[in-house]
T-cell receptor, first 115, second 113 residues
Framework: GENVEQHPSTLSVQEGDSAVIKCTYS??????FPWYKQELGKGPQLIID?????GEKKDQRIAVTLNKTAKHFSLHITETQPEDSAVYFC??????????????FGTGTRLTIIP | KAGVTQTPRYLIKTRGQQVTLSCSPI?????VSWYQQTPGQGLQFLFE???????NKGNFPGRFSGRQFSNSRSEMNVSTLELGDSALYLC????????????FGPGTRLTVT
């Protein structure tokens, strides 16, 4: 089955700097890669996603890049703000074909923004 | 649109008991998935339901079961609770079988003593 590795497990950056979180996946059939943000006491919140036919996607201060050849994808947060502090999870799935309707998650990155 | 709702939010049970958790998906969403989140194992897939049918199941023992009703609301049941079942149980919904985006509820925190 799919295996997703995520690094680093913790990350501290100064407010205003950029943060990068990286994930690798094992199943070459995976074609959907979402990123979730989880704040204390809440469920994961979908913040951005990318499909395998796209190499990069951007939404304001957040961007995701995908390298299908190397089987890795990354989350980039620019101009970080205190409210970006949270645990971030990457995930992968192979397109919701029947019998494969699940996300495989990375182990999470605790991001701390230092004011 | 209201998000995914889960009840109860917190639950304390004793070993050997059983528990039922409830999930109401986003209005119009027909797919509901359940995940277990623990510090040691992270987020792990339990099962997924679509139109009252279980389409996929993760690697959990048979003590974990679920169902989905005609209004898409879902329940999961854990029988003969063990200490290791203490976790945050998350429900997620997506609109249909061809959509990708999955949205999570706030979870039910289950503590087994």
């Amino acid at each position: 089955g799919e295996n997703v590795e995520q690094h680093p497990s913790t990350l501290s950056v100064q407010e205003g700097d950029s943060a990068v979180i990286k994930c690798t996946y094992s199943d070459s059939a995976s074609n959907y890669f979402p990123w979730y943000k989880q704040e204390l006491g809440k469920g994961p919140q979908l913040i951005i996603d990318i499909r395998s036919n796209v190499g990069e996607k951007k939404d304001q201060r957040i961007a995701v890049t995908l390298n299908k050849t190397a089987k890795h994808f990354s989350l980039h947060i620019t101009e970080t703000q205190p409210e970006d502090s949270a645990v971030y999870f990457c995930a992968a799935s192979n397109g919701w074909s029947f019998g494969n309707e699940k996300l495989t998650f990375g182990t999470g990155t605790r991001l701390t923004i230092i004011p | 649109k209201a998000g995914v709702t889960q009840t109860p939010r917190y639950l304390i049970k004793t070993r050997g008991q059983q528990v039922t958790l409830s999930c109401s998906p986003i209005s119009g969403h027909r797919s509901v998935s359940w995940y277990q989140q623990t510090p040691g194992q992270g987020l792990q897939f339990l099962f997924e339901y679509f139109s009252e049918t279980q389409r996929n199941k993760g690697n959990f023992p048979g003590r974990f079961s679920g169902r989905q009703f005609s209004n898409s609301r879902s329940e999961m049941n854990v029988s003969t609770l063990e200490l290791g079942d203490s976790a945050l149980y998350l429900c997620a919904s997506k609109s249909d079988s061809s959509s990708y985006e999955q949205y999570f509820g706030p979870g039910t925190r289950l503590t087994v003593t």
